[in-house]
């Protein structure tokens, strides 16, 4: 959990940017929320490396260095992550790091960096899988012995199917091409997840649908509840990316909300998986569900353009009997008990009802997620 500039800023961020947003993270709630990772992106290097084939930074945005920076982040209890690309230039057309893996991750670790996010441009068509373990063989080999574990992002954007190489050589994998504030392409991430949420989890690492754009304005505030309620339990790394000197109190208390983390950070590390859906003209709805270590949760998501109601079958969509409360993860308040099944009413128009099921009997180890493969 943390946040990077560039879903809001691109690469026109710069040292005071970057300081003011470790101020708001620790003063205003950000941190106690889990938000810890403070990421620079595409932008914050020099144009040419130096003479002795060092990285180097941009002297105009960053006066005092990434390291004046780093510790300024670890002084207020933060983490900082960087970029690089795993081809000859960055998508921005700086210094990549092909070839460069060792001595790029020195300059890190002299940097203090706790994270790396490893793009994906200008890789003279050498394979990514090659690419991607040089980078993390590099960063192991530098941490090897000390106390310091270096977050490691493949940021590939699903081109090889990094969810079936990325365990073992980094700890999460883009799934998918970038982001945009926009519902189109927050349902096309959705849907293209269908089929992965296999392959997320403690033991393995995780799929990365890519940064939030929560904070949005032009998003509709039902349509930022479907995007964070998915990418929570989908169990997505959560990075922030708007501009948080601007966030309304209405979708601050969103990001923070306790039960909607929870969701994400929950120990059992599972992501909920589609267990039905149904497309015509008028109607269009899938329910996604999945195991919490003290529960269970559910997504029953409204994709058409009408309010909807949408009825959960405990048996069908969870393999769950008995007596179940049901939690509004949202509001966070009980909606009370039920059994059998719970019908959430009025869904709004690309909206969702996120709730936690407590209590109940699992009767089946075997989840109901649909076979896509
Ligand atoms: C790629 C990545 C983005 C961002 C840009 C920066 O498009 O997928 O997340 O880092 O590069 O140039």
Redesign the pocket.
């Given at each position: 959990m943390g946040w990077n500039p560039?879903n809001a800023f691109n690469?026109s961020f710069n040292d005071t940017l970057i300081r003011q947003h470790v101020d708001i993270i620790v003063n205003q709630g950000y941190l106690a929320a889990g938000y810890r990772y403070i990421n620079l992106?595409?932008g914050w290097q020099a144009s040419e490396r130096t003479k002795d084939n060092r990285l180097s930074f941009n002297s105009s945005k960053f006066p005092f260095g990434i390291k004046d920076l780093a510790d300024y982040v670890h002084r207020n209890g933060l983490l900082f992550g960087i970029?690089s690309d795993a081809g000859i230039q960055?998508?921005?057309g700086l210094p990549g790091s092909l070839d460069y893996e060792d001595i790029d991750v020195q300059t890190f670790v002299d940097w203090d960096i706790d994270y790396l996010k490893y793009?994906n441009?200008n890789e003279q068509r050498r394979p990514e899988q090659e690419r991607y373990k040089k980078m993390g063989d590099a960063l192991n080999s530098a941490t090897a012995g000390k106390n310091k574990t270096i977050y490691y992002n493949i940021?590939e954007?699903g081109t090889s199917n990094p969810w079936l190489w990325g365990p073992g050589v980094g700890h999460s994998w883009r799934t998918t091409p970038?982001i945009i504030a926009f519902w189109p392409s927050i349902i096309s991430i959705i849907d293209s997840q269908v089929r992965l949420t296999e392959y997320g989890g403690p033991e393995r690492g995780w799929n990365d649908p890519d940064m939030l754009v929560l904070g949005f304005e032009r998003i509709p505030y039902d349509e930022q509840v479907t995007h964070y309620a998915f990418w929570a339990a989908l169990k997505a790394p959560l990075i922030l990316g708007c501009d948080l000197r601007k966030v309304d109190d209405k979708i601050k208390a969103l990001i923070l909300n306790d039960d909607i983390i929870s969701v994400n950070q929950d120990p059992l590390g599972l992501s909920i998986c589609q267990v039905y859906y149904k497309t015509d003209n008028d109607i269009s709805f899938d329910i996604w569900t999945g195991p919490l270590d003290d529960g269970y949760v559910a997504i029953l998501f409204n994709r058409g353009i009408e309010s909807k109601s949408i009825t959960l079958d405990f048996k069908n969509h969870c393999r769950l009997d008995g007596t179940i409360e049901v939690y509004d993860l949202v509001n966070q308040l009980s909606n009370g008990n039920y059994a059998n099944n719970y019908t959430a009413v009025d869904i709004p128009k690309h909206g969702v009802e996120f709730i936690k099921l407590i209590g109940g009997n699992n009767f089946d180890d075997d989840r109901p997620c649909l076979n896509y493969s």
């Open positions: 560039y690469s992106d595409d970029y960055t998508c921005g793009d441009c940021c954007w970038d």
